[in-house]
């Protein structure tokens, strides 16, 4: 573990070198990813599994330095949890890239990043939930389609404001923008906008007129306020069984 | 002193342990085999160079380890040292000659507690100031046999560089005991003045504990310990390249 640390003026912050069960928390990481270029990032993850990220301050510097991350997990680095932090003033705010599958990436607020706040690029597989992203310059989220591959990353529950572009979001290809009725999917900013005649579905704080980002990607059931509540981001689950015998009773 | 062992020198004294000087310095030795832990409880403070007394594990004079309470160029401290292959070196000095920022000092202590451990060919060196929480100073690796001799010894110099006061030094037990290995807690600065040299010195399931402080490093951890820092706000770490983790070494 990792923890309690200021990590400044750095190329990187953190850099997470093929190593499983690492955890990173409660550090700030402020300035660095100095230099900027590919790779360089706040906090990076590089082909390693089971990493925890959680509630760290990740700042970049302003103005962004070209093509750096706040958090950046990357070649095969699979079933992370990204967690509770704040990620500002990078290129990208927090992205997925090459494999980088079967993670969570939950209540995190990331904001003001230049050319996106989520992003992934040939990640599979991956939850978004409870996230507040605003402020990006160019996407809120951008996922890089390709033909081939079906993302199918999951979002819902996650606060989606509109850039300062306007409205953009590349939803790439195969992915889930809800969680099903009645648990739903996200709050978009400039909804009421653009559907000015929905309504609400029953009490259930979801509007009875789907989003639609494009011809392939929509939201089901989007809600009609910011998601306020805290997932808890489950990352195993231990089964076990209640044998009821005759004679007892559930209280 | 009832119950104590006292070891003492005359004046003018001549009691060396160092391959330059002699070794004539008196001590008490026994067999040991195999892995142990050696500690040993020192009372009593030296007032002139080069002094000192502790833990001996001797298996010639090209090979044997010292780790002591010392009395060097006016200061006291902590020393552990060693000659293997018949090549003298400091494997850790306390601070206040060498690295006047740490934090380890112990001019105002009269009791002080050496803890040396064997497990293979690596010899642990701890100290503690209350026999309980022990700091964790170094790792050698020494190829020694499995039989040697482990005991307590008294150095005293002398003239022509040196005081020619006598000495003596007192020790309330000695104690040999399979070998224990104690989770350690490194603390930065006091035990170690930067980040990488404690993790360097660590071994798998250490602690180290940072202090408040801007450390000027670039970090590389490639074992599994804990890295914590006192405050988040204060403890901090700048112009690194970045802690890098890596290796295939988690860390916990």
């Known amino acids: 573990m990792i923890s309690n640390f200021t990590f400044m003026n750095g190329e990187y912050g953190i850099y997470v070198d093929s190593a499983d069960h690492v955890q990173v928390r409660d550090n700030n990481v402020i300035n660095c990813a100095i230099g900027g270029g590919y ?38 680095s699979d079933n992370c949890l990204v967690d509770s932090n704040n990620v500002s003033y990078f290129d ?22 230049h050319h996106n706040n989520l992003a992934g690029g040939y990640a599979f597989n991956n939850t978004y939930f409870g996230n507040t992203e605003y402020g990006a310059s160019l996407y809120g989220i951008c996922f890089q389609g390709y033909d081939q591959y079906i993302g199918n990353n999951r979002f819902y529950h ?20 809800d969680n099903g009725y009645p648990s739903g999917g996200n709050y978009w900013s400039d909804y009421q906008t653009r559907y000015s005649n929905a309504t609400e579905i029953d009490g259930s704080d979801i ?22 509540g805290h997932d808890v981001a489950i990352t195993s689950v231990a089964p076990s069984k209640t044998v009821i015998t005759e004679g007892d009773s559930m209280v | 002193m009832p119950g104590y062992l006292t070891i003492s020198t005359t004046s003018p004294p001549d009691r060396d342990l160092y391959s330059v000087i002699n070794f004539w310095a008196p001590r008490v030795m026994q067999n040991i085999t195999g892995n142990f832990t050696i500690d040993t409880k020192l009372v009593g403070a030296f007032n002139a160079s080069i002094q000192s007394g502790g833990i001996l594990v001797w298996q010639d004079q090209n090979n044997f380890l010292r780790l002591e309470r010392a ?54 060196g701890y100290y503690s100031t209350n026999g309980l929480d022990w700091d964790f100073l170094a790792n050698i690796t020494m190829e020694t046999p499995y039989s040697l001799m482990g005991g307590l010894y008294l150095v005293n110099r002398g003239p022509p560089e040196f005081s020619s006061t006598a000495s003596a030094v007192s020790f309330d037990y000695f ?44 970090v590389v951890v490639n074992k599994t310990i804990s890295l914590i820092g006192e405050n988040k706000n204060t403890t901090v770490v700048d112009r690194n390249i970045g802690i890098v983790l890596h290796e295939k070494h988690p860390m916990r």
Do not use: H
Not at chain 1, 47 to 72: C, E, M
Not at chain 1, 92 to 113: E, Q
Not at chain 2, 179 to 186: D, F, N, R, S, Y
Not at chain 2, 199 to 206: F, L, P, Q, T, Y
């Open chain 2, 71 to 124: 009395c060097r160029d006016g200061y006291q401290e902590i020393l552990f040292i060693g000659t293997i292959n018949g090549v003298f070196s400091v494997l850790w000095s306390s601070p206040e000659t060498s690295n006047p920022g740490m934090i380890i000092k112990v001019s105002n202590i009269n009791t002080i507690y050496l803890m040396l451990t064997r497990i293979g060919m690596t010899y642990s």
């Open chain 1, 39 to 76: 790779w360089v990032a706040g906090i990076a993850v590089y082909s390693s599994r089971n990493v925890v990220i959680s509630d760290n301050l990740v700042l970049g510097q302003k103005p962004y330095n070209a093509a750096t991350s706040g958090i950046f997990l990357t070649e095969n």
């Open chain 2, 175 to 218: 104690r040999i005991s399979p070998a224990k290995v104690l989770p350690a807690t490194i603390i930065v600065p006091d035990i170690y003045p930067t980040i990488q040299a404690a993790i360097n010195a660590a071994s798998a399931g250490d602690t180290i504990y940072v202090r408040n402080g801007t450390y000027y490093e670039n």
């Open chain 1, 207 to 228: 509007w009875n007129t789907s989003y639609v980002i494009d011809a392939n990607n929509t939201d089901r059931y989007p809600l009609m306020k910011p998601w306020t």
């Open chain 1, 158 to 177: 996650n606060n989606l404001a509109r850039a300062l572009s306007g409205w953009q979001i590349l939803p790439g290809n195969g992915n889930i923008w």
């Open chain 1, 92 to 113: 990208s705010g927090i992205y997925l890239f090459s494999y980088s599958d079967s993670n969570i990436i939950s209540n995190n607020i990331v904001s003001y990043n």
